[in-house]
């Protein structure tokens, strides 16, 4: 029976009082998005499985241990998106977006799947708000970017998100780093666990987001990257920085940080929050993936936020949300007929963009002004045989307490705007 009576482990619902919440932080990002001109994109929850494994590198933890893969009906391996770069490159080259002109700026705010162990801040199904740039080289676009991300989380109203801020280098830089980090995990093959000394010759980089307390130890004193970047990188990082010093935003510079997938090139950050201990997002550049997607060679960057863990933030920080929204008026009746007339009255006013709710529980007049009092209605009104005869009903301002009288035939809607705004007024 727990198998249809509870959700699935790492699996969460979000019931009505959420995702009023969840909306409004929504709203914020969607209004971020649309200030720096990116326009949303859609695309499907699965996947082939070689796109993942192509963009985001089979020698990383999501894609060696996290995906959730499985073959179809007709025997296609196919993968539940553990993320949404990969899906959005696909979807820039196969839509021809490009021929628009760069830079194209597309965001996505979409569930992801990924098979972790489930705890604060980490969940198999989470959401993603993401937000990917091409066709950007400068390092402005980095700045950009970063400067976009805090200003969402400012717009939710979030305080305490930091900036982490590396560069990884380009593949060029790469090759020395990587021989580097070969020849001093080598030398302590021997603490290393079993992924890691797969890892060794294959993609020694992952070793250092390994979460294994032996490699983690031994990643912290292992070369640093910034010790390895080519004239061009280090030109390319000191110029991010120095838009970033112009925009006012202070970051911390951090040798350690190299992000667990492998499409990264040159700039990388993360968001952590304070208060939670852990990031609320992350991103960087992608210059080589388009290429090796299939398309040209295309400079690329993004990033995304864990809707889930900015709603913990949000939370934690007791930011005021907005009160869910309530019905304007609650028009309750007595009788068949009053309640047809009811339900087109109602549906007069949604047409004219105003909330308005009737009984559909078939409850007693009684029960009718209680159940409007609970929903917070501004006014209420009543119907019965003579409310029809006459055609006129009395409404009731809840909050006051005070009564009129407004037309239920032609002029209903102009008599309850009249009658409501007067009401409206008296507040002043
Ligand atoms: P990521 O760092 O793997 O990057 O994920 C982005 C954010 O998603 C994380 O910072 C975290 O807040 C949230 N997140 C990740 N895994 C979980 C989980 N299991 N439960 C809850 N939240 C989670 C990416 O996915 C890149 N695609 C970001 C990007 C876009 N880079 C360039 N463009």
Redesign the pocket.
Known sequence: MELITKAPK?TIDLTPAQTAKWQQAERALAEEARLNGFAEVRTPAFEHTELFQRG?GDVTD?VEK?MYTFLDKAGRSVTLR?????G?VRAMLENGLYNGGYPVKLYYNIP?Y?Y?K?QA????E???F???VFGAAEPAADAQLIAMALSAFQRMGLQDVGLQLNSIGCPACRKEYHQALKAYFSSHSESLCQTCLSRLERNPMRILDCKNPDCQKLAADAPKISDYLCPDCQAHFAQVQACLDALGISYQLDSGLV???D??TRTVF??PSESLG?????????DGLVEEMGGSPTP???????????MLALEKQGVPFAQPEKPEVYIAAMGGQAQAKALALTDRLHKCGIAADCDICGRGLKAQMKYAGKTGAKYSMVLGEDELAKGKASIKNMASGETGEIGIEDSFVDDYLTYSTQQDDLKF
């Open positions: 790492g985001m999501v996290q553990p993320e949404g770069t990969a959005a992801c990924r972790e489930p801040g980490r969940l198999r989470f959401r993603t993401g937000v990917e992000r667990g997938l499409y990264y993360e968001f852990f990031a609320l997002g992350g991103g960087g550049r992608y690329a960057l993004g990033f995304g936020l864990g809707m889930d863990r900015i």
